[in-house]
């Protein structure tokens, strides 16, 4: 393959496309949604709090051989307490 209009026919580039023009107009609107409601330090400590979630996770992989919990679902786990903890104060 020589051009790049000859990449564009493989399905997984197609994809790739697809997946970026997606996630540009979500992080856009969802953005200016944050910003425009003046959340941006409840996103933040959400961002933030995902880091330990990893971590976390991480820490029960390696020491406790907790094997199901892997280091999205801590994020994922960390993310939804913190966020539900700010909603309700």
Known sequence: MTSIIEYLGIPLIQNMFIGTTL????CGVIGTYVV???MVAVTG???H????GVGFAYYLMS???VSWMTPMIGALIFSLVAA???ALC
């Open 49 to 52: 709090t995902t880091f330990g």
């Open 84 to 86: 539900i903890l700010m």
């Open 36 to 38: 425009v409601n003046r």
């Open 45 to 47: 400590g959400i961002a």
């Open 63 to 65: 020491v406790f051989a």
């Open 23 to 26: 996630a540009c107009l979500l």
